[in-house]
């Protein structure tokens, strides 16, 4: 750089990779200080909060109370990275290799690419908690039938923007 006092050097540095974002995303769950005060849980609805943003990427904190589930849905183009940090999740996903279902608890953490399908439950008594990091930020999120053979079809996707998974 021409002028190397002027570059600075106290700057967070942005994750740019599958693995960094990753990284991030143990640190937040780590973090219980920074987003367990944010917590709420609404009976009526699935509660989430934007935890953080940065160059390409959004990281979201979101509720689940016994029962709440987010539907078979995808995440557009984006990417994602995901894990549970109080409670536990049920994922059922579909991929081209057929169904997959699995349960996920603190500890864990789950990426994803574009295209990806799942639907994620809390079919547990207690509360759950996870945080999610999409890339880029979500802006194009499809739901689809809850029946796997109807997920398969794009067509019959219902656009939902305002929603995050
Ligand atoms: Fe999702």
Redesign the pocket.
């Known amino acids: 750089m021409a002028f190397p006092h002027l570059a600075r050097t106290d700057l967070p540095a942005h994750p740019t990779t599958l693995g960094g974002y990753a990284r991030l995303v143990r640190e937040i769950a780590a973090d219980r200080d920074r987003w367990e005060p944010l917590v709420r849980y609404d009976a009526l609805t699935r509660w989430y909060a934007r935890l953080e943003t940065g160059p390409g990427y959004e990281v979201w904190l979101l509720s689940w109370l016994p029962g709440q589930s ?1 539907g078979f ?1 995808d ?1 557009g183009r984006s990417s ?1 990275v ?1 894990t549970v940090v109080r409670g536990e999740l049920a994922e059922r996903s579909l991929t081209a290799g057929g169904e997959g279902s699995r349960a996920l608890a603190p500890g864990g953490l789950r990426v994803f690419s574009p295209g990806y399908l ?1 639907e ?1 439950v809390n079919a547990s008594l207690e509360p759950a908690v996870s945080i ?1 990091l999409y890339t880029p930020g979500l802006v194009e999120m499809n739901q689809y039938p809850a029946a796997a053979g109807a997920a398969a079809d794009p067509a019959a996707a219902d656009p939902d923007r305002h929603r995050v ?1």
């Open positions: 987010s849905h995440h994602g995901m799942h994620m999610h998974h």
